[in-house]
C-alpha cells in the first residue's frame, strides 16, 4: 500500500476512535445495501450481505463493530475514508510484533500503518519476511504477514477497489468503482456509486435508497440470468446463523438431558427424572430439525453438497453426531445427551476464527456425483465413532466413581459397528471416485493411508473381545477412546499439517498446543480409570 492518508502521529491515528464511535448508515439502507450483488474473487456471484460478513471477520474478526453490523461497517468504508483510516478496525493478534512500540493494542487504524512522512511501517519487514522459504517464517512473522494482507484489502476498499459490483456487458467480469473501467460504461458506473455515496453523505435514506435502486437495476440489466430466490435465500442463511444457534442449544439442551437421564439412573424420583428427559428430547430433535435446515439451505445456495471444506465437514460431522444419538435415543438416553454435548462442541469449533464459513464454489475434482456418496459416507462415520469416543470416556469416568454403565458398553459397540461399516463403504467408493479423478484406486496419498489406519484401529476394537487381555469392558472403553485419535488425524491432521491430494479442504494452519493437551487429559483420564478398576479386580 501507498501512503492514502497523512496521519498527525501514530499515537493520535491508534486512539483517534473506538468501535461504535463512527455515525453508520441507518438500518435500513445497511439492509437494502446488503441486497446489492457482488462477484466475489472466485467468481461466485453473491449478495453484498454475505462479503461484509466476509470483510468484517476477515479484517476485525468479529461479526460487528460496536453497534454496527458488517454492511454497515463496508458502506462507510467505502464512501468515508477519513473516518475509517482512523478507525482501529486492523486485528493484530496476541502474538508479540516488533512494532509494538507503534501498536500498543491488538487492534490498530490504516492511518497508524504509516508514520510521519507517510512511508508504510511493515515495508522493510515484509520484503525481508517474504524473501524467506514458507517453512522458515516464525509464529511473529507470519503474524505480521497476515497484518500486511489485512492492510492491503482496507486499502484497496478505501479506494473503491475489492467491490466488483457493476457487470460489464457481454463478458463473466465484474468491476469495482474504483478499477479501471475501459471496458464498461464509464459514465453510468461512476455515476451510479456517487450518487450512492452523496445520499450517505447527506444522511438521506430516502435518497440513498433510490441510489441503491439504480444500481440494482443497472445489475438486472446486464445479468437477467440471476436468481432472485437464491439470493434471498442466502441473505436469510445469514441473518438466521442457524449453526451458531444449534450449537448453544445442544450444549444446554445436552447438558440438561445428561444430568436428568443421570438422575433416572441412579436418583430416587425416577419417574419425574424420566419426564423431563423426554421433554429435553423433543427439544434436542427440534433443535436437529433446524441443524438440517440450515444444511439443507446452504446446500442450495451453494449449488452442492454441503461437505466440500473444513467449515462445512465441521457442521456435517455434529449433524452426523447428534444423529448418532437420536437413532440410540430410544434405548438410552444418556446417548443422546452426550451426542447433543459432542454435537454443540464440534459446531462451536467449528464457528471458531480459524475456519472460514465462506460459501464458495467447487474445485474440479469435486464436480462429481461422487461427492454426495463418498464425503457424506466416510464423514458420517465419523458422527458415530465420536458418539463411541464419548460413551467410552463417559464409561472411564464412570469406572473412577464406581459406577457400572452397562447400557453405554452396549450403545458404544452398536455405534462402533455402524461407523465402521459406513467408513469402511466410503472407502470403497473413494477408490471408485479416485479412479474416475486421476486414473488409480489407490495411491497411498495420505488421507487414504489414514483412513485406512482408522478402519484397522475400530476393526480391532470391534474384535478386541477375542483377543486376551483385551476382552474385558474396559478394555473396550479405553479402544473406543484411543482410536477417536485416528479419526482426528485423518479428518483434521491430514488437512492441517501434511500435504496430498485431499487438501483442498484446507483452511489454514492450527496449532499443536489443543492437540497436546486433549491427549495429556485423555492419558490422564484412563490412568486414573485404570488404577480405580484394577484395584477392584484385586478385591473381587
Not at 125 to 150: C, F, M, N, S
Not at 272 to 283: D, E, K, Q
Not at 381 to 395: K, R, V
Request: proline share 5%; glycine share 8%; charged share 15%.
Amino acid at each position: 500500500p501507498g501512503s492514502v492518508f497523512s496521519p498527525a502521529s501514530p499515537a493520535v491515528a491508534v486512539a483517534a476512535a473506538r468501535p461504535g464511535t463512527p455515525g453508520g448508515i441507518a438500518p435500513e439502507t445497511a439492509e437494502r445495501f446488503g441486497r446489492l450483488l457482488l462477484q466475489s474473487s472466485d467468481g461466485r456471484i453473491e449478495p453484498v450481505d454475505s462479503y461484509a460478513s466476509e470483510i468484517l471477520r476477515k479484517l476485525y474478526h468479529r461479526d460487528s463493530y460496536g453497534n454496527l453490523n458488517a454492511n454497515q461497517v463496508l458502506a462507510g468504508i467505502l464512501t468515508d475514508r477519513q473516518t475509517w483510516g482512523r478507525e482501529p478496525i486492523l486485528y493484530i493478534g496476541q502474538n508479540p510484533l516488533p512494532e509494538k512500540a507503534y501498536f500498543p493494542d491488538k487492534y490498530v487504524s490504516f492511518d497508524a500503518m504509516f508514520d510521519d512522512r507517510g512511508d508504510y511501517r511493515l515495508k522493510k519487514q515484509v520484503e525481508t519476511i517474504y524473501a524467506k522459504p514458507p517453512a522458515h517464517r516464525t509464529k511473529p512473522e507470519q503474524t505480521l504477514l497476515k497484518l500486511d494482507e489485512k492492510v492491503n484489502i482496507l486499502y484497496a476498499l478505501l479506494n473503491g477497489q475489492m467491490f466488483p459490483i457493476f457487470p460489464v456487458a457481454g463478458s463473466q467480469r465484474w468491476i469495482s468503482p474504483g478499477d479501471d473501467r475501459t471496458e464498461a460504461d464509464t459514465v453510468q458506473t461512476p455515476r451510479l456509486f456517487a450518487a450512492f455515496r452523496n445520499a450517505l453523505t447527506q444522511t438521506d435514506p430516502q435518497a440513498a435508497g433510490r441510489a441503491l435502486d439504480a444500481i440494482r437495476q443497472y445489475q438486472q440489466a446486464r445479468t437477467p440470468s440471476l436468481q432472485p430466490l437464491r439470493i434471498e435465500a442466502e441473505i436469510l442463511y445469514n441473518r438466521a446463523d442457524i449453526f451458531r444457534i444449534s450449537f448453544r442449544a445442544y450444549l444446554i439442551l445436552g447438558g440438561i438431558l445428561l444430568v436428568t437421564a443421570l438422575r433416572g439412573m441412579f436418583g430416587k424420583n425416577k419417574r419425574r427424572a424420566t419426564l423431563a428427559a423426554r421433554v429435553v428430547s423433543i427439544a434436542i430433535f427440534i433443535v436437529f430439525a433446524l441443524h438440517t435446515f440450515g444444511l439443507g439451505l446452504r446446500s442450495y445456495i451453494s449449488g452442492h453438497a454441503p461437505w466440500t471444506n473444513a467449515y462445512e465437514s465441521m457442521v456435517y460431522v455434529a449433524w452426523a453426531t447428534v444423529l448418532s444419538g437420536i437413532v440410540f435415543a430410544r434405548r438410552s438416553k444418556l446417548a443422546l445427551a452426550l451426542a447433543a454435548l459432542l454435537g454443540g462442541v464440534v459446531l462451536f469449533v467449528s464457528n471458531l476464527n480459524w475456519l472460514d464459513p465462506q460459501i464458495t464454489p467447487l474445485v474440479p475434482v469435486l464436480k462429481s456425483y461422487w461427492l454426495m456418496i463418498h464425503v457424506s459416507v466416510v464423514t458420517a462415520s465419523y458422527g458415530f465413532f465420536g458418539i463411541c469416543a464419548a460413551c467410552g470416556i463417559a464409561s472411564l469416568i464412570a469406572t473412577i466413581a464406581g459406577k457400572n454403565l452397562a447400557e453405554l458398553r452396549i450403545i458404544n459397540e452398536m455405534a462402533m459397528l455402524v461407523g465402521l461399516v459406513l467408513l469402511t463403504t466410503g472407502i470403497f467408493f473413494g477408490a471408485v471416485w479416485a479412479n474416475e479423478s486421476w486414473g488409480r484406486y489407490w495411491g497411498w496419498d495420505p488421507k487414504e493411508t489414514w483412513a485406512l489406519i482408522t478402519m484397522f484401529a475400530y476393526a480391532l476394537a470391534t474384535h478386541s473381545r477375542h483377543i486376551p487381555r483385551l476382552d474385558g469392558p474396559f478394555a473396550f472403553d479405553v479402544l473406543s477412546v484411543v482410536c477417536f485419535s485416528t479419526v482426528l488425524m485423518t479428518f483434521f491432521g491430514v488437512n492441517y499439517y501434511l500435504s496430498g491430494l485431499h487438501s483442498y479442504g484446507h483452511s489454514g494452519g492450527v496449532s499443536l498446543t489443543v492437540p497436546l493437551i486433549g491427549a495429556s487429559v485423555v492419558i490422564a483420564l484412563i490412568a486414573a480409570a485404570a488404577g480405580r478398576y484394577f484395584k477392584t479386580s484385586k478385591k473381587r
